[in-house]
């Protein structure tokens, strides 16, 4: 049996129908849930790794439980992958790139953004040249959404001008999670530079949904 199927094994000892209904009826019934809540579903995930230990081999666990169709084993796979993201090298983008194009919507996209990539680019800037300049051009929304938010937790170390190059380059985007993210980068970016993006704001033409969320705190 496999440390994933084992987590299995213990989240499904929890399962709990009624949560789980209202669970899946807030994410438009895209997918199963157990029932766990987010603070219980935590301190499972902590017991059981006092048992287990953390895994030996972290990217077959990972990817094993991206497999699941219960959305907590997803969420237990990111809790575990930021306990070891200090172990995480360049070469392993290519790997969590993966997480971000499957069974994607933003609960885990929006998490492996800012805590993985953001993470990851921090340590190896060349990435963003390597990688995140190909996803910014990519077709997938997620991508481009994991782009803008890697440096959601920046702050003075944010590099403004990729920050503002990939939002004017999304500018012109229908797409509700695009909007959303940039005014999410921008509002963010506020707390730490609001003259800088107000300016920006002013000066370019932007959703009004985006602008909306980047002004919420100016």
């Known amino acids: 049996m496999t440390y994933a199927i084992k987590l299995r094994d213990v989240f ?20 199963r849930f157990f029932g766990i809540k987010s603070p219980e579903r935590k301190e499972i995930t902590k017991q059981f790794l006092k048992q287990h230990g953390r895994p030996d081999h972290l990217k077959t666990t990972i990817l094993e439980l991206w497999t699941f169709e219960e959305r907590e084993l997803l969420y237990a796979a990111v809790d575990i992958l930021l306990l070891e993201k200090n172990k995480l ?4 983008i290519e790997w969590i790139k993966h997480l971000i ?3 994607s919507w933003w609960d885990t996209v929006d998490l492996i953004a800012s805590n993985i990539i953001g993470h990851l680019v921090i ?24 782009a803008i938010l890697h ?17 004017l380059k999304h500018s012109a ?39 909306r969320e980047g002004m919420k705190y100016l």
């Not at 000892?13 to 997918?31: P, S």
């Not at 090298?89 to 392993?92: F, S, T, W, Y």
């Not at 440096?151 to 939002?167: F, N, P, R, S």
């Open 151 to 167: 440096q959601l937790k920046y702050k003075q170390k944010t590099d403004e001008a990729w920050l503002y190059g990939v939002i």
């Open 123 to 146: 340590k190896n800037p060349e990435l963003r040249e390597t990688h995140l300049d190909q996803w910014t051009d990519s077709d997938n929304f997620w991508l481009q959404r994991t």
């Open 12 to 31: 499904s000892q929890h399962a709990d129908q009624e949560k789980a209904f209202a669970m899946e009826k807030y994410m438009r019934n895209q997918f």
């Open 173 to 211: 985007s229908a797409e509700f999670f695009i909007q959303k993210a940039i005014g999410w980068s921008l509002r963010e970016y506020s707390k730490t530079n609001p003259d800088s993006v107000r300016t920006f704001i002013a000066g370019n033409e932007l959703p009004s949904l985006s602008r």
């Open 101 to 103: 194009i499957t069974n």
């Open 89 to 92: 090298g360049q070469l392993d």
